[in-house]
């Protein structure tokens, strides 16, 4: 069977550079879930996209589609007939829907009963009519963050359609989306070459593009950009500042990528180069240049959709738009300097941070507190530089700066701190207190912001879930699990010795007289929140029934919980690990719950019996100095040469005795081996 190449273009207004990659993605998913279901093979699927195009290619597609036998189970016999032999209206409906008459209709017994049944052969129609129905479902079906309507059409997209493309094999598929029909012409760059040009496959396609100014490759695109940002930065006599973020956005921006270098007055070099960079990045689009020891040079990169005669005259341009928004940030920030940060701290008093749970100040002063106790655990040393940072990492909400930049909070604060003469350590705590601010971003560096991000975090964190805001499915408005995984993520780099449900008490006791819930009913669900984000990061390095059987024992010290886990997980490819998880197994399904009783050697009635005492005894002593000092390995290591003893005794002894005190003596023996386990894991939940 011959195969063919399916071409889809959706010509469009300029759709936001955020939507597109979802946009491309989700269009390989619909079409990979169509073609199945119309038992279509394909070969390859791509997708590219610019601002002003969506484009999707499959090639190796069958011309006909496949003939099939197809099988459906109806309604039960029971309710296909009624008491005279007639056939109800759900035996009609079901041979409708299958399009056959009932006669054709079969029973089929099954373990629920008697059914009704068909079995057909469909003779598979042509790939070029099933695609007048996939195609336009497609279209309809690509999903944006937000869509419009426009005209008076009832179809929806991300922006106004201009037109489509659709080829099968080079034909036109013929639908329409609104008032557009599907036809063969695309267009050139709306500025460049604003012409339509016919299409008659995807190479050709490609051609054709970069002849009108087009590339639809957004890879293409972007090393494109790499190259011409690294070459005028080093032309410039500095370093590209490396943004991939920034890259990718830009890379959505433009059809015809064109990179042009321009300066600003170094006297902007006063305003701390974090506000430089944001305000070039995030307002402007523009990269920024480094020397060679990191420091920010005084100039741009800028990329342009558009080819000119002239570049200077778009440098000016764009020189002079910097030029305000800087200014405007200098300005923020002499007048910042004006007011100490101490003085924005009471300014706090007057900011809701949410509803329920009271001010910006109040807040401070909880997670103050909660700081301060972190210090006093693990580093008494920092404990008053912590307290300082968390009293003033939060003034810098209410400066200037911050409100015109948001992306700058915690920076500004460490600024202006400096600026007034507070220590590094506390000035680094502000800043470091809100990482990190991405999974598997940069962590705190230092004790003092490590505890004041715990803190904060942890505040916010049981502050929601006291007052019923708990995320749901994928809402999830006050970032709580990225919280969690923050806390997490610092506690295990840092190495704190925790208890994560003392901590969680400890932030309960200071949110309660904001809590509208029971406090333990809180305290429970915060600690599920805490093991199922764990467990979810965890479960990327380590076997999931490793991570389950580990945390199943205990979940407190999340350091001693990870060192459980690598312990089990490394032990899991040791000879002795398997056999050893049998032998718990079998221990664990006589005992049940287990038995609170001493054991004593005098019932012994089997030298079985003795010989497993004497090897717990003895691993016992050695394990228990092990497993306090958390040699998790080591342990695991002593506790399997009990596999010999434990296999000798099930083999001699029938632990269910007649006689009760013989019975009860050998399920305590039992008991003490479980016991023994589970100060390590729940091995029932090893595979």
């Known amino acids: 069977m011959s195969t063919r190449e399916l071409f889809l273009e959706i010509g469009c207004e300029e759709i936001p550079a955020g939507f597109i990659p979802r946009a491309t993605a989700e269009m390989k998913a619909i079409i990979t879930k169509e073609l199945a279901i119309a038992r279509l093979t394909f070969s390859e699927i791509k997708t590219m996209a610019t601002p002003r195009r969506l484009v999707l290619v499959v090639t190796g597609i069958p011309s006909v589609q496949p003939d099939a036998e197809i099988t459906a189970t109806g309604p039960s016999l029971k309710a296909a007939y009624d008491a005279d032999g007639k056939p109800t209206k759900a035996a009609e409906g079901f041979a ?143 370093h590209l500042l490396p943004d991939e973020e920034l890259l990718e956005q830009v890379t959505y921006l433009v059809e015809y990528p064109s990179a042009v270098h321009g300066t600003f007055s170094p006297e902007f070099l006063k305003v701390p180069k974090e506000v430089l960079i944001t305000s070039m990045r995030s307002h402007q689009r523009y990269f920024s240049m480094v020397d060679a020891n990191g420091g920010l040079l005084p100039g741009f990169i800028t990329i342009n959709n558009t080819l000119t005669e002239d570049p200077s005259v778009v440098v000016k341009g764009n020189e002079r738009v910097l030029r305000a928004r800087l200014s405007d940030a200098r300005f923020f920030f002499e007048e910042d300097q004006k007011v100490t940060l101490d003085e924005r701290v009471e300014s706090l008093r007057s900011v809701v941070y949410q509803q329920k749970l009271g001010t910006s100040f109040e807040k401070m002063e909880r997670f103050t507190l909660l700081a301060e106790g972190l210090a006093n655990q693990l580093n008494p040393a920092v404990r008053e530089q912590t307290v300082r940072a968390a009293r003033l990492c939060k003034a810098d909400l209410v400066s200037g700066m911050v409100c015109e930049f948001p992306e700058v909070q915690g920076i500004m604060g460490r600024e202006y701190a400096l600026l007034e003469g507070e220590s590094s350590d506390v000035a680094n705590a502000i800043a470091e207190h809100y990482l990190p601010t991405q999974a598997g971003g940069e962590l705190p560096a230092s004790d003092c912001g490590a505890f004041v991000s715990i803190a904060d975090k942890l505040d916010t964190i049981c502050g929601c879930f006291g007052v019923g805001l708990i995320p749901t499915g994928a809402a999830d408005p006050y970032a709580l699990r990225r919280a969690t995984i923050g806390i997490i993520a610092i506690i295990l780099d840092k190495g704190y010795r925790l208890s994560i449900p003392a901590l969680i008490d400890d932030s309960l006791t200071l949110l309660s007289p904001k809590l509208i819930r029971p406090k333990e009913l809180i305290a429970g669900e915060v600690l599920e929140f805490f093991r199922a984000r764990f467990v979810n990061l965890l479960g990327s390095s380590f076997a999931t029934d490793v991570v389950d059987a580990a945390i199943a024992v205990g979940f407190d010290d999340l350091v001693d919980v990870r060192a459980r886990i690598a312990a089990l997980a490394e032990f899991k490819t040791h000879p002795d690990f398997e056999p050893l998880t049998v032998a718990f197994k079998r221990v664990g399904n006589i005992i049940k719950e287990g038995v609170d009783a001493p054991v004593d050697p005098s019932l012994f009635q089997d030298d079985a019996e003795g010989g497993l005492y004497q090897a717990l005894q003895s691993v016992k002593s050695s394990a228990d100095g092990l497993l306090s000092s958390g040699a998790w390995l080591d342990a695991l290591t002593e506790i399997a040469t009990l596999r010999g003893p434990v296999d000798r005794f099930f083999d001699k002894v029938m632990v269910m005795a007649e006689e009760a005190t013989v019975r009860t003596n050998r399920l305590a023996l039992l008991t003490t081996i479980a016991r023994l386990f589970s100060k390590i894991a729940d091995f029932s939940r090893i595979a």
């Open 96 to 238: 409708r829907g299958q399009g056959v008459d009932i006669a054709a209709l079969r029973t089929i017994t099954t373990d629920k009963g008697e059914y009704l049944f068909i079995s057909k052969q469909v003779t598979g129609r042509p790939t070029y009519e099933l695609l007048t129905e996939i195609l336009p479902a497609l279209v309809a079906n690509i999903p944006f963050k937000k869509s419009m309507r426009w005209g008076d059409q009832d179809v929806r997209f991300a922006r106004p359609i201009h037109w489509i493309v659709a080829l099968f094999d080079g034909t036109i598929v013929p639908f329409s989306f609104g008032t557009i029909e599907s036809g063969k012409l695309s267009r050139g760059h709306r500025f460049m070459a604003n012409v339509p040009f016919p299409v008659s496959d995807f190479a050709g396609y490609l051609v054709e593009c970069e002849r009108h100014f087009v590339i639809p490759d957004p890879e293409k695109r972007k090393e494109i950009i790499r190259r011409e940002t690294h070459r005028l930065a080093a032309a410039a006599g500095g």
